[in-house]
């Protein structure tokens, strides 16, 4: 009985699936879970972060903005251009995020340099911070959240790791094969 492999629904005779055409194994599939949930995770935060500059840009003095003024997400920059942080950061994310779910370590390492310079300014804040208003407490949960991603990052290394590399010219030349039949 043959059973088609997830990935590229090669006709496979066994089970577990080892797919000779993408190099899928079904012992690694909790890996490539990692990959592709985590990868759409970081897009959607990447989408989240360009919605949020915004609502940044033409803010009012009392905006809940203020709060994250010359600190979040990617370090001190000028008042009036904290919505392009925002926007940079969800675009890095974007791209990291797509990286990532096409097994590329240069998305890993795009996640995890964003991740880290935001939390550099972060745990600045909460050091430097003596001011009573929500931005300590604000800090303090963005410091929780970055490290989380951090954590993140070093599971997802561990997942390129496992998981074989995607070869696009193979998987497209086995297709133009398949399609001449």
Known sequence: MAFPCPNCSQQVESRPIVCPRCGYKSELAREYFWLYGAGALILLSGFLFGGLSTLVVDRATDHWSRHFTGWFPLGPWRPTYDWLSFLIAGIGLSLAGLGITRHR??????????????????LRKLITDTSDGPAPWIAGALIILESAGLLLAGRLALSLRRTPPRELERLQKDADISSNR
């Open 105 to 122: 370590w240069k998305g890993l390492i795009l996640f995890v340099a964003i991740v880290a310079w935001a939390w550099r300014w972060t």
